[in-house]
């Protein structure tokens, strides 16, 4: 019986995401494959150097961003043990070629079924891999793709993730993952895939297609999470949640009827044209408290290629006037710096989204547009011969120096230094986002003290920073806001 090591190279934002895809990987071999001696390795929580055990098996999940930590960890696994090191992931299935020679097999898409496969050959030869469906692997300086692999469908064939495996008194203390609430916070995919195909993102080239497990999983889920586990809030981390109705309505229906949405706070991810009055209904009466949607933009022309001409600007304000109506805040998530971008488009967003600086229901949150493999702004970053090779140099988040900006590959036709001082606005509005979060969502009796001094930081001036802040207060009376 082969002994496994899977790792999770990236810390998540606030070091609070669990490694699901790990998570369930490892359920599933349990399950189906009977391996008992599986550990999980997180770097979220632990030093995964000093955790590091002699295994037969070592497989390492990475992005595209933290791909370095994995090729540094994966050296070290070879210098060490003899162990067969196998990549898995978002950046292995887009980019479809070995960052070192560290790697024997890559991994593509997604892992639970290949990595049975894999677990229960007794030798890792080339003729053995071949009849792998949907790997890859080294021979003789040349990197062998076998066919790819059929999606796992029914997705209920997987079993509920066995998050026991995980670091559980770590993930399990009072903390904030979504913005404005604290608590015991867990997440959940109750989908994989995305039906829409958007410029800028690789979900189709990884997952496949869209799927989905059934609404009775989905409960059963959630139930768990909260009777076992005593969740209080749940990131539903779907690309769309909302993206079958007919679930979405069986999904509700359950939640009231086990009255388990008296239990649970949720987040989740929607699209603007798909939020109407029945949708936001819905979600408030399970108890979604805030939804994040991407906006992407506040000019039409950039909107049109970032969603292919799927979404519009009025679609994105009559989203965030159904979240005024229902209470339940949006969090927008823009993107500047797309290709052929100019200055003026940019400023129509940063328009867009000061429009709504003293509104409590829009937080947005601002990237900086960036080419990924297996998008169309990887082939326009390709064609226009960027540098995209160093995939340290690919930072969605506002740096804080222009010098490390001038690294990055950007796509956009604004120069550097103007860019940066452009993105120093939209960092303001970033920072009016928490203003409104101390605000209407006071964590103490101290938040609204640190609404007025994070108003001061970002304008820089006392009286203008305490005159915004009794703006937003002001808005929000007039609006019922709180």
């Known amino acids: 019986m082969k002994s496994l090591v899977l790792v999770n190279i990236s810390r998540g934002f606030e070091k609070g995401i669990m490694p699901l895809g790990l998570v369930s990987i490892a359920t599933y071999l349990k399950k189906y494959g009977n391996l008992k001696d599986i550990t999980l390795l997180d770097a979220n929580c632990q030093d995964i150097y000093k955790k590091m055990k002699s295994a037969d098996i070592v497989g390492i999940s990475s992005v595209t961003q933290d791909i370095s930590r994995a090729v540094h960890f994966a050296r070290f696994v070879k210098e060490r043990y003899r162990a067969w090191v196998i990549l898995g992931g978002v950046h292995i299935s887009t980019y479809r070629r070995f960052p070192d020679s560290c790697f024997d097999i890559g991994v593509l898409g997604e892992g639970e079924q290949t990595m049975l496969e894999l677990a229960q050959l007794d030798t890792f030869t080339n003729e053995k891999l071949s009849k792998i ?85 989905v409960v059963e889920e959630i139930g768990l999470l ?111 710096g797309n290709p052929r971008e100019t200055e003026n488009e940019i400023i129509q967003t940063l328009e867009f989204i000061k429009s709504y600086r003293y509104s409590p229901f829009l937080v947005p949150l601002v990237y ?70 101390y605000i209407f969502f006071p964590q103490d009796i101290f938040s609204l003290f640190k609404a007025y001094a994070l108003a001061i930081l970002a304008e820089k001036n006392f009286l203008k920073g305490i005159k915004e802040v009794n703006r937003i207060r002001k808005f929000a009376k007039l609006t019922k806001g709180y």
């Open 133 to 217: 469906s949907g790997i890859c692997f080294g021979d003789n300086g040349k990197t062998i793709f076998t066919p790819p692999r059929d999606l796992i469908r029914p997705l209920d064939s997987i079993p509920i993730a066995d998050r026991d495996i995980t670091d559980l008194d770590f993930y399990l203390k009072r903390r904030q993952i979504i913005p404005y609430y604290k608590g015991r916070s867990l997440t959940i995919m109750t989908s994989r895939g995305c039906p829409f195909n958007c410029s800028f993102c690789s979900t189709r080239v990884h997952w496949g297609g869209y799927r989905s497990f059934s609404a009775e999983r």
């Open 226 to 336: 909260v009777s076992k586990y005593k969740a209080e809030i749940i990131h539903v981390f779907d690309d769309i949640f909302i993206a079958d109705k007919e679930r979405l309505v069986k999904i509700h229906d359950a939640l009231i009827k086990n009255k388990l949405n008296k239990k649970i706070k949720f987040m989740c991810l929607a699209r603007s044209d798909m939020l109407d009055e029945d949708v936001m209904g819905m979600l408030k009466a399970m108890n979604v408290v805030i939804t994040g949607v991407g906006m992407e933009s506040g000019c039409q022309r950039i909107l049109d290629y970032l969603k292919n001409h799927t979404a519009t600007i009025q679609k994105n304000r009559d989203a965030i006037e159904l979240s005024n109506k229902y209470k339940i805040p949006v969090m927008g998530s823009f993107m500047v």
């Open 368 to 437: 900086i547009s960036t080419p990924f493999p297996g998008t169309d702004f990887w082939s326009f970053a390709e064609a226009q011969g960027l540098n995209i090779s160093n995939f340290d140099n690919l930072v969605m988040d506002i740096p804080k120096s222009q010098d490390r900006l001038k690294e990055m590959p950007l796509l956009n036709e604004v120069p550097a230094d103007k860019f940066f001082q452009i993105l120093q606005l939209f960092k303001k509005e970033m920072r009016y986002g928490r203003v409104k979060g």
